[in-house]
């Protein structure tokens, strides 16, 4: 078989644009036309416009010190490149804006910016985008967007990511729900997305852009903190680490950390807002709990969501217990499965789901014993009569190891069930038994092949290795805080992390079983009756608060990052399972109303599926590429 030609770079149309600073022109703003990086996270995008743009736009461009080329705009803040760029097919772009005087002076704290989008064929940006409005809105709507792949202390609007094949599925993810928080060609924060199922929190948008324009219109003064200029308060309140780390020192830096930093000085923030005539309308009135940007969706059959999960194409995928159904969702929110979602396969109640390496979803059916399989478009595998046998026993948990073998725990059963990849039973009808089961809820595999299983029963976990066989004791594994746990997931280094239901906190395990939170567990945060945990690319911990309608976020050590209340994202969520974290670094919420939560930006980028994440050769520590970035 001969290999695959490379993508020919396809010369550029005319890319026509404004650049504004809330409602006025931006004069003699540099504009630079650059693709996201794939050399690493941290890394820098690719510059696209080459020296023709001297010849064809004399004295309205130019070459700043790294070498990049750029044109200028004009009195009225225009802008036109034309043909002087090119860009490979699936490439993704966007347009940085440097500099320029806003009315107030020359103002070199202002970079802004607006996402162009997968490289089309033919270079033909026009024809999807005949105007690009460049403002602090179009720079809310990439900083968080993009968040997941900014990695630049210092400059953060340089967006780049591993380059393997599923960083650049994740990229082009992100490049897309920018096109879910505004309109490019007028630079407006929209209320709903373009598919029609989304609600946008248009008033929180434009109050960050607001905010955002109290320093792009000026002079670009940092001074303080003795009568701080707006540039200086805005920077000294969105540091990189949020509290602590690099000032910023321009403005879709300081948006960049925002997204990033969300709970961090929302009433400084806030109080950049001009009392009034604010140039974004309509805005907050107040202060919200933190700056989380949250789109909540329907439709797609949404009936009563029990368990959910994101396949390797970002795809959202739902079981629902209350229509016997599952649901489908694409990346940027859109409906795929229609309002019954789909059926059949002997789905009934189904209570877990997982994705395998092929994209098949899996799901269990504690109220008739039995677990169903469906293609990665959404059409049953199973007959009506599902996979029976193996012990299954009110199965309510899925997990799927490295051979595509596929784990239930059994929770009337006491016991855990495994079917090979084929959905032939391996358990007897017995199923696997002892460790310490009682009541289990969950399941998770580690990179030995280590099967972890959370015990709503006797709170405790416990742990059997891929043949089956119980390493922890009778007992199972005790202390760590656990109490009534309902959801364990597992981090790159083996460690094992627990939710607990009954008390409000977080456990977490060594490989080997030791706990290591203490015996009151990790708390704060804003936990509340959580009932899931999911870790994310940077290996920090999340869980949902059913009890508080947030998501509270932890680090690596167990240290709250949320406050008391976590996220709560101006009420976007609805006594909400989850999250899930997709390969963009958006976090997903199931919440009790039948809809779906969405926090653009808010986590970093994950390998998705969670079997992605395995080793194919089994380590001997549970380490794995587990809660890591693609």
């Known amino acids: 078989m001969s290999p695959t030609a490379a993508p020919t770079p396809e010369i550029g149309q005319e890319i ?28 820098s995008p690719s510059t696209l416009l080459n020296s023709s743009v001297l010849t064809n736009n004399p004295g309205n461009s130019g070459q700043e010190e790294n070498g990049n080329y750029y044109v200028t705009t004009d009195s009225n803040g225009d802008f036109s490149i034309t043909g002087d760029y090119s860009c490979t097919p699936g490439q993704q772009v966007y347009l940085i804006a440097v500099g320029g005087n806003p009315g107030a002076g020359t103002n070199n704290a202002i970079v802004l910016m607006a996402v162009l989008g997968s490289c089309p064929n033919a270079g033909n940006f026009a024809s999807a985008t005949p105007f690009v409005f460049i403002d602090e809105v179009s720079t809310v709507a990439a900083a968080y967007a993009l968040a997941g792949f900014s990695a630049n202390p210092t400059k953060g609007y340089q967006i780049s990511s591993s380059g393997t094949a599923l960083a650049k599925i994740g990229v082009a993810n992100a490049f897309a729900n920018a096109a879910s928080l505004e309109t490019l060609s007028t630079g407006v924060a929209l209320a709903t997305t373009p598919a029609g199922n989304g609600t946008v929190p248009q008033s929180e948008i434009n109050t960050l852009a607001n905010i955002l324009s109290a320093c792009v219109n000026s002079n670009g003064a940092v001074t303080g903190p003795t009568n701080p200029s707006a540039c200086y308060t805005l920077f000294n309140n969105a540091l990189y680490g949020g509290s602590s780390g690099a000032i910023p020192s321009d403005t879709a830096t300081a948006a960049i950390n925002i997204a990033h930093n969300p709970g961090s000085n929302v009433s400084a923030l806030f109080a950049l807002q001009p009392a009034s005539a604010a140039p974004f309308q309509p805005s907050l009135s107040a202060a919200p709990n933190d700056w989380t940007v949250g789109l909540i969706y329907t439709g797609g059959g949404l009936d009563s969501v029990a368990a959910f999960a994101i396949d390797g194409l970002g795809d959202i995928w739902l079981a629902n217990d209350g229509n016997n159904s599952i649901s489908e969702f694409g990346p940027t929110g859109a409906a795929i499965s229609t309002s019954g979602g789909f059926t059949g396969g002997g789905l009934s109640n189904p209570t877990g789901l997982a994705i395998d390496n092929s994209g098949d979803l899996w799901t269990s059916s504690p109220a008739n014993n039995r677990i169903s399989e469906f293609g990665s478009n959404g059409t049953a595998i199973t007959t009506s009569s599902g996979y029976t046998g193996g012990g299954l026993n009110s199965p309510r948990s899925v997990a799927i ?25 391996i358990t007897t009808s017995s199923g696997y038994t002892g460790g310490g089961l009682n009541s289990p809820r969950a399941a998770s595999i580690d990179g030995s092949g280590n099967v972890w299983v959370a015990n709503n029963g006797n709170s405790t976990i416990s742990k059997f290795n891929n043949s089956g066989t119980a390493i922890s004791t009778s007992s199972g594994y005790t202390g760590g805080g656990l109490n009534a746990p309902k959801d364990l997931a597992i981090d790159s280094s083996g460690n094992v992390w627990v939710a607990n239901n009954g008390n409000s906190t977080i456990s977490e395990f060594s490989n080997s079983g030791t706990a290591i939170s203490s015996s009151s567990g990790y708390s704060g945060g804003g936990l509340n009756a959580p009932v899931v945990v999911a870790i994310d690319g940077s290996g920090n911990v999340w869980a949902a608060n059913q009890g508080g309608n947030s998501v509270s976020e932890f680090n690596s050590s167990g240290t709250a990052i949320t406050g008391s209340n976590g ?3 101006a009420g976007c969520m609805n006594s909400p399972a989850g999250p899930v974290i997709d390969g963009s670094g958006n976090a997903w919420v199931a919440n009790g109303n039948n809809t779906i939560t969405e926090l653009i930006g808010a986590a970093t980028p994950v390998i ?3 079997v992605a ?14 809660g890591t970035r693609p």
């Open 608 to 610: 998705t599926p969670i």
């Open 567 to 569: 996220y709560t994202c």
């Open 401 to 425: 190891d490295i051979s595509g073998d596929v784990w239930l725990g059994n929770s009337s059963g006491n016991s855990i069930s495994e079917f090979s990849s084929g959905g032939t039973a």
């Open 613 to 626: 994440g395995l080793p194919l050769t089994l380590t001997g520590n549970g380490s794995s590429n587990l």
């Open 16 to 43: 026509r644009g404004v650049v504004h600073g809330g409602q006025q022109p931006i004069v003699g703003a540099e504009v630079l036309v650059v693709a996201a990086g794939t050399g690493g996270y941290g890394g």
